[in-house]
């Protein structure tokens, strides 16, 4: 059984570029959250996903977005990169039922 | 503000001692607690959790100890071995473990040979 898979698992972009992550939960799961982890910093939380809808949401600017596609798989994008985007980017599935969140591998975004 | 402090950004212990790693929060609205542990290029892994319900919560070497009234958790890992080192990052949610979870900053724990 695959867990959580997340692609690309690295990633450079320049300043102002958008950028496309993505996230496929593990098997049985349907709720999808995204976390962003600087350096040094624990997970901060992005926002998550249920039923290809935006459930909660963290302080993140507009320029964070994302999907989730009917087989649950999600994507993050992020608009008008910043350097201070540069981060560990985690997505997390889980199934709804108070069982804990399971966490892919992330995508280390480097922004230049 | 952060509502989850992990005060010690490292721990060294021997293998076969105790290893206690703590965490304190500030939000009384939290009800569900969670430790995950991060190996480097790993994404965090799911350890032990503790609803609020209950003071303790046991898994083989591992144990989490919750203190509403302190607002403080720690983890409990004996014997710990070499294996064990890592980043353990407590986590906390006021929406059960679905919810949004507020992370620590991680504290690093080496177990030496």
């Known amino acids: 059984d695959a867990g959580v898979t997340q692609s690309p698992t690295h990633l450079i972009k320049t300043r102002g570029q958008q950028v496309t992550l993505r996230c496929s939960p593990k098997?049985?799961?349907?709720?999808v959250s995204w976390y962003q982890q600087a350096l040094g910093q624990g997970p901060q939380f992005i926002f998550q996903?249920?039923?290809?809808?935006?459930?909660q949401r963290g302080n993140f600017p507009d320029r964070f977005s994302g999907h989730q596609f009917p087989n649950y798989s999600s994507e993050l994008n992020v608009n008008a990169l910043l350097l201070g985007d540069s981060a560990l980017y985690l997505c997390?599935?889980?199934?709804?039922?108070?069982?804990?969140?399971?966490f892919g591998q992330g995508t280390r975004l480097t922004v230049v | 503000d952060q509502q989850v402090k992990q005060n010690s950004p490292s721990l060294s212990v021997q293998e076969g001692r105790i290893s206690i790693l703590n965490c304190d929060y500030t939000?009384?609205?939290?009800?569900?607690f969670l430790w995950y542990k991060k190996y480097p290029a790993e994404g965090p892994t799911f350890l032990i959790s503790?609803?609020?319900?209950?003071d303790k919560n046991e898994d083989g070497r591992f144990t989490v100890f919750l203190n509403k009234s302190a607002k403080h958790l720690s983890l409990h890992i004996v014997p710990s071995q070499p294996g064990d080192s890592a980043v353990y990052f407590c986590?906390?949610?006021?929406?059960?473990?679905?919810?949004?979870?507020?992370f620590g900053k991680g504290t690093k724990l080496s177990v030496k040979p």
């Open positions: 997390a599935s889980g199934d709804g039922m108070n069982t804990e969140a399971f």
């Open positions: 503790i609803s609020s319900i209950k």
């Open positions: 098997s049985g799961h349907d709720t």
């Open positions: 986590a906390a949610s006021d929406g059960g473990s679905q919810g949004n979870l507020i």
């Open positions: 939000n009384s609205m939290f009800d569900y």
């Open positions: 996903y249920y039923e290809e809808e935006e459930r």
